[in-house]
């Protein structure tokens, strides 16, 4: 339990705890514009959205009714206008914060010079899953002396798209926007104002006193009005619903909070109503501070979903995976042979179209976008990444229905006929080439294939599959080694590096001396104390990529450098932020966050190094291409 914030006046603990005894500290994480650290926050999901909370207690981003909708809330993006809940004292204050274990509950506890307050926060889930309402419970309970609150609830604009407005009722004051109607419910409050926008309680809590702010909401359906007391006794059955699922984890070896926390923030961005995984829960967090690099990440990339279903499934974790496996493989089947890198939460196959809003974006730092170009990108590794989750499915006791098998016979005859072709690669880049681990890509998804067939689960030719994995091996060993570099390069003829080459040590295709080479180059080109840039020249406009530096973890192991994984895996993960979550990317200079957050990339990456350091027989954790 470690930090936090305090905005104004004077410190009036001088001296007292904070001082280096594991106390309360006092940190500010907002600059003078109101925007907070991305490292700052803690993250709330209840399966169709998900809260971002800063470290003094202000809900920047809460997008409704679902995370990729336009968020009333967004603070984050938009100091001014873009709409925030707010709940702290009124006098000057520390902090100490933690999850509640095994749960996605925040509990943040401020110290004052005259008491101390205890707030629990929960996006609310009911006895059979994800509510038909959204429902944020706040609880403030007493812990000593006597504490005023004032708690601020206050719609933003959408993006600067629709203006919020109150609406008095026969059952009380609900917010308005565009078409989602808010009502606010406190327990035990001391008042509550009311403002053509916004509205503020306020609450004076002793030794004891329980008291509660909560927000239910819907879109365009009528809003169910719960008492506040049932809004309490709901934050106390999440909890017990997150510690029930938590139960089913089963991992126990080293990082094991780290490997929890980290499958509990995968958990928060699968979308439960499809089983889609999210890349991301936020939109336009800046990936650099120099270069207008900012991508809508609440879209679900096949890359991702499989990468973080190989690290669920390897937990134990069942029903997400199937889940979420069918609803991928039924999307993909409904495309035909045209495969999407990513599709939409709900399934649909997103356009090209970018909405880019009028808002400045964290820090300024924009452009703020919905949206995302690369669904009609050639990717060849997406390939790889099908096969992987279908094979460790399959390996693992269950089987292919005959529509999927169909499907991945197609898919396995498109990446021997496409390997050839030059793509966008791993990182989405604008110039097409013929990236070293797209064409790796293919050779996992055609070995696999083969193994598949051979055990009858598809049907297909397998010795023209076998064939071509076995020519793109020797094109790759051909082409692809820069004797300069002494290692792999980025494409043939590049003289550059790229760190997702880790991700075929990962998948067995090279664990020998070349790929320990790799390694080493990759480690004094790219790295930054125990960080990775992606590729040659990342340096210059983005932060260290969070996934690459747990993929490196994973390949030292692979390679039999198991304590150098180890001591690197002990650096990394105290780079994570004070309640364990991660970024898309950290800048070496100062360890502040970059990109989208929380990242699922990250977190299954953190995984995937753990069980990896952890397996006696480390070539069976992950099979091939996993994070």
């Known amino acids: 339990m470690t930090d936090v914030e305090h905005r104004s006046g004077a410190d009036p603990f001088a001296g007292g705890a904070g001082d280096g005894t594991g106390g309360p500290q006092l940190v500010t994480d907002r600059d003078d514009r109101g925007y907070a650290d991305i490292r700052s926050y803690a993250a709330l999901g209840d399966g169709r959205t998900v809260a971002l909370v800063a470290r003094d207690g202000r809900i920047d981003w809460l997008p409704l009714p679902d995370l990729d909708s336009v968020p009333p809330f967004a603070a984050l993006l938009d100091a001014d206008e873009g709409g925030f809940l707010a709940l702290e004292p009124a006098v000057p204050y520390r902090v100490t914060r933690r999850y509640l274990p095994s749960t996605a509950v925040l509990e943040t506890t401020f110290h004052t010079a005259d008491g101390v307050v205890r707030i629990t926060d929960s996006l609310n889930t009911g006895l059979a899953g994800r509510l038909p309402w959204c429902e944020l419970a706040r609880r403030i309970d007493g812990v000593t002396g006597s504490v005023d609150l004032r708690a601020t609830v206050a719609p933003g604009t959408l993006l600067n798209t629709a203006s919020p407005w109150i609406s008095d009722t026969v059952h009380g004051t609900v917010l308005r926007l565009d078409g989602i109607t808010m009502a606010v419910r406190t327990l035990h409050d001391n008042g509550v104002d009311v403002t053509p926008r916004r509205i503020v309680a306020h609450y004076r809590t002793t030794p004891g006193s329980r008291h509660l702010l909560g927000l239910v909401s819907t879109n365009r359906e009528p809003l169910h009005l719960p008492d506040p007391e049932d809004l309490d006794a709901g934050l106390t059955l999440t909890i017990d619903n997150w510690e029930r699922w938590a139960d089913s984890i089963h991992y126990d070896g080293p990082w094991q909070s780290t490997v929890i926390r980290s499958a509990i923030a995968l958990k928060q961005l699968i979308y439960a109503p499809t089983g889609a995984v999210a890349a991301a829960a936020t939109t336009s967090l800046p990936e650099s501070l120099t270069t207008a690099k900012n991508w809508d990440y609440r879209f679900a990339w096949i890359r991702d979903a499989a990468f973080s279903l190989t690290a669920l499934f390897q937990l134990g974790i069942r029903e997400e995976t199937h ?89 396995a005859d498109q990446a021997a006929d496409q390997w050839r072709r030059a793509d966008a690669g791993i990182w989405e880049l604008e110039d097409a080439r013929h990236y070293t681990t797209s064409k790796l890509g293919c050779w996992q998804a055609l070995t696999k294939a083969v193994h598949l067939g051979e055990i009858g689960q598809i049907p297909g030719p397998v010795d023209r599959w076998r064939f071509e994995a076995d020519a793109i091996s020797e094109w790759v060993a051909d082409n692809c080694w820069s004797e300069k570099l002494d290692a792999y390069e980025f494409y043939p003829g590049s003289h550059e590096l790229d760190a997702s080459i880790l991700l075929h040590a990962i998948s067995g295709f090279d664990r020998g001396d070349r790929m320990r080479r790799t390694i080493d180059a990759l480690v004094r080109d790219l790295g930054a104390g125990p960080h990775l840039y992606r590729f040659t020249g990342a340096s210059d406009e983005e932060a260290t990529f969070v996934a690459c530096s747990f993929w490196l973890v994973a390949a030292l192991v692979h390679t039999d450098q198991r304590d150098r994984a180890r001591a690197l895996m ?55 291409q996993a994070g």
């Open 570 to 624: 002990d650096e990394l993960v105290g780079a994570l932020n004070d309640v364990g979550l991660a970024a898309e990317m950290i800048d070496p200079t100062d360890d502040s966050f970059l990109g989208n957050f929380p990242q699922a990339l990250s977190h299954l990456a953190i995984i995937n190094a753990a069980l990896t350091i952890n397996s006696e027989h480390p070539s069976s954790v992950g099979g091939a």
């Open 323 to 411: 889940g979420a496996i069918s609803w991928m493989l039924r999307v993909l089947r409904s495309q035909g042979h045209d495969i999407s890198v990513l599709q939409a939460l709900d399934g649909r196959l997103p356009d090209s179209e970018v909405t880019e809003f009028d808002v400045e974006g964290w820090r300024g730092h924009g452009p703020v976008v919905g949206g995302n170009r690369a669904s009609d990108q050639l990717q060849l590794g997406v390939y790889g990444d099908l096969f992987n989750i279908v094979q460790l499915y399959v390996d693992n006791g269950n089987v292919l229905d005959d529509a999927t098998g169909r499907l991945m016979t197609s898919i």
